[in-house]
């Protein structure tokens, strides 16, 4: 198959082959677990996840990382140097306020003063949201924890980052300032800004370059950044050549990345754009220092922006969501998920109210196709090839065009299915990457014994003109989150609303 994808790199579209076919060696950029992850954090890892099912139902094996970091992530992150605070003290100072108010349980968060606890506390709710969602990775088995294997934490890989940064000194790209930090020398790199299209003189100032206390510069140039800061002060520390301190941001996924794939150049890199300057320029320049490779990725792939009915994401705005807030208002996670994906990767993506509610509809479309299918037809098929799939596949093989794709899946529906069985089987083949047939606990079809009561009381008090009572009980249903369906065949029935 003829895959091409835009590689950020290099600025145009370049046909896809992995190094070492069938494998293909992919690294997502995770959360940095310092809050809940919004809609626009998830807009990038479902965009990873149906990367990799597209790739897998090409027919490749798929080995993919994906990080949590939870330490040296500083507030300041615009810039490659960073700055400000460590994104866990905000994290460990927003819960022990929270704690004291009387908004955090005592079980949710002991002790908010302990790093540690405060990143499982929000690793554990990012991976509830993950597999929510339907992310393959987050449903790998653990081991022997909540945690999957291939979601590394940053804090238990630190030694590797610091073979890397040894590296780094030894290969004469890194250096120590006049303030007892590590940093890169990006004048050692003649590619430094080749991913981002800055330049080094462009970075010359404004670059986070840190000055000592007699305004001298500590850095051999401005735009050299941070490898390992002395800090014995600091939320989260480790003892190091350069003393007791903590990694900086960006050698943290090289390492990650490195140890967890067990390569030094991988087939694709993924992130949001946000990550494309600073953090994945530097990540390119310190694993290739490190290695003496070409290049740490063939592929980088990165998802624009996305909006909230045209604005930036706010919380003054109130346009701020979470994915457990819109799971709390009853939206279906499925819906959520065909939302966050049905736009082109590399265009802004604006969610609105309205494009939920076509989501929910598309959704539910696909539902009631398979199960009128399954109805009709038995058992589906094991394996089955249809020019359906094979258009499905050549559409996203085209930089991953689901628009395209999802078009040809539904004027597919449209049409004549004179087998039932395998049409079945060929929607749940396309199902394995957009992966929204899954029905969640909470958006169970036609109801409990009691729904089916009620729905024959509703029957009754219609028939006895009591329309009162069966207005009463109408939105008892509506209430307890089901849509009131009536006909002059079946009566009054009742399905799970998905919004």
């Known amino acids: 198959m003829d895959i091409q994808f835009y590689n950020t790199l290099t600025h145009k579209r370049e046909p896809f082959a992995p190094i070492d076919p069938p494998h293909v060696y992919m690294y997502n950029c995770g959360p940095t677990v310092y809050d809940f992850a919004h809609i626009g954090n998830f807009r990038a890892f479902v965009f990873a996840d149906v990367l990799r ?16 970091t939870d330490v040296g992530h500083m507030t300041d992150d615009q810039v490659a140097d960073g700055g400000g605070e460590d994104k866990m003290q905000v994290a460990a100072r927003r819960l022990k306020e929270a704690k004291k108010s009387g908004k955090l349980t005592a079980g949710d968060v002991t002790n908010p003063d302990d790093p540690y606890q405060v990143a499982r506390f929000y690793i554990n709710a990012f991976i509830e949201d993950a597999r929510a969602l339907g992310l393959k990775i987050a449903s790998d088995p653990p081991n022997g924890s909540n945690i999957p294997l291939n979601m590394p934490r940053a804090t238990d890989h630190v030694g590797k980052m610091m073979k890397l940064i040894l590296q780094l000194v030894e290969n004469r790209h890194a250096y120590v300032g006049s303030d007892g930090a590590v940093y890169y020398d990006v004048q050692s790199f003649p590619d430094y800004g080749k991913l981002s299209g800055n330049t080094l003189d462009r970075l010359r100032t404004g670059a986070g370059g840190r000055i000592d206390d007699q305004h001298q510069a500590v850095k051999k140039h401005p735009a050299d950044f941070l490898l390992w800061k002395p800090d014995k002060s600091h939320i989260m520390k480790w003892e190091s050549p350069w003393g007791v301190g903590y990694p900086g941001w960006h050698i943290e996924c090289s390492a990650m990345a490195m140890e967890l794939t067990g390569r030094e150049t991988l087939d694709i890199h993924t992130g ?54 819109l799971i709390a208002k009853g939206v279906d996670p499925a819906v959520i998920r065909f939302e966050l994906l049905k736009a082109h990767y590399r265009s802004n993506m604006n969610f609105t109210m309205k494009g939920l509610e076509d989501s929910a509809s ?138």
């Open 272 to 325: 949001g754009e946000d990550n494309i300057f600073p953090h994945h320029e530097c990540e390119i320049a310190q694993s290739c220092g490190a290695t003496g490779k070409p290049s740490f990725s063939r592929f980088w792939m990165h998802t624009r922006f996305l909006l909230v009915e045209g604005e930036k994401m706010s919380k003054s705005k109130g346009n701020f969501f979470t994915v457990r807030d």
């Open 53 to 68: 099912r597209f790739l897998e139902l090409a027919g490749y094996e798929v080995h993919q990382v994906m990080n949590l």
């Open 362 to 499: 598309a959704v539910r479309r696909l539902r009631e196709a398979a199960a009128q299918f399954e109805k009709a037809g038995g058992q589906a098929p094991t394996s089955v090839s249809h020019p359906v799939i094979d258009d499905f596949l050549a559409a996203l093989a085209d930089d991953l065009n689901v628009s395209g794709a999802l078009g040809v899946v539904f004027k597919w529906l449209g049409e004549v299915h004179d087998d039932p069985a395998q049409s079945l089987a060929v929607l749940r083949r396309v199902d394995s990457v957009l992966n929204v047939l899954r029905v969640s606990p909470s958006a169970a079809g036609s109801g409990d014994d009691n729904t089916a009561e009620l729905c024959k009381s509703l029957d009754a008090a219609r028939a006895s003109k009591d329309f009162a009572a069966a207005d009463r009980i109408r939105k008892e249903l509506q209430d307890a989150g089901y849509e009131v369906l009536t006909s002059k065949t079946a009566g009054t029935t009742v399905r799970r609303k998905l919004i």
